[in-house]
């Protein structure tokens, strides 16, 4: 089932991302607006998000040995990037809005928003989840033998990950680059 989610989606986040890039050819696009844009600082948070990918594999190698230690820290490392990358997010959010680039702004505020806001909303949903996997591995809930729920959500998360890859370099790296 969770397979059949990440599908449904990749296919929403694409739209929103051809929605992003036919604002961003178009006519009306405020390039000063893209330039607000601190890319060296969310290339920070996103390496912070990718290495998420790498800490909740570690949790999940871990819990397919049965290491009930390690898996609490690994999950609680995952937990700790997500937050900071969020952060980071609300941090650039309260800066751009502060140089009045705001969701109604234009085409680019608009898309902007919408597009790193529900992946943002994507990342948060991952860390309640998460969050409710460590109490019940804290509480003795979830057994190597008896759960298939880390694997499960461990999809989720790489996916939000790579999402952010794509919607990182749509958004902050190709402009530079064209």
């Known amino acids: 089932m969770m397979k059949l989610f990440v599908g449904s989606e990749s296919v929403f986040f694409l739209a929103l991302i051809l929605a992003y890039v036919y604002f961003w050819r178009s006519a009306h696009y405020?390039?000063?607006?893209?330039?607000?844009?601190?890319?060296?600082?969310?290339?920070?948070?996103t390496l912070l998000l990718i290495a998420s990918?790498?800490?909740?594999?570690?949790?999940?190698?871990?819990?397919?040995e049965g290491?009930?230690?390690k898996l609490k820290?690994?999950?609680?490392?995952?937990?700790?990037?997500g937050i900071v990358f969020l952060a980071g997010q609300a941090?650039?959010?309260?800066?751009?809005?502060?140089?009045?680039?705001?969701?109604?702004?234009?085409?680019?505020g608009s898309s902007?928003?919408?597009?790193?806001?529900?992946h943002g909303l994507h990342v948060l949903l991952g860390l309640i989840v998460l969050g409710i996997i460590l109490t019940l591995v804290f509480l003795g809930y979830i057994k190597k033998d008896v759960s298939g729920v880390v694997s499960t959500v461990g999809i989720y998360w790489h996916f939000?990950?790579?999402?952010?890859?794509?919607?990182?370099?749509?958004?902050?790296?190709l402009p530079y680059l064209l």
């Open 73 to 81: 820290l690994w999950l609680m490392v995952t937990i700790g990037l």
């Open 53 to 64: 990918s790498f800490t909740f594999w570690k949790a999940e190698t871990y819990f397919k």
């Open 91 to 108: 941090h650039e959010y309260y800066g751009l809005i502060q140089h009045h680039l705001t969701f109604s702004s234009g085409e680019f």
């Open 160 to 173: 939000v990950d790579a999402v952010w890859l794509v919607v990182f370099t749509v958004v902050y790296v």
């Open 30 to 45: 405020d390039e000063a607006a893209q330039k607000m844009l601190h890319i060296k600082t969310t290339g920070f948070f």
């Open 67 to 69: 290491n009930q230690q």
């Open 112 to 118: 902007f928003y919408t597009l790193t806001g529900f």
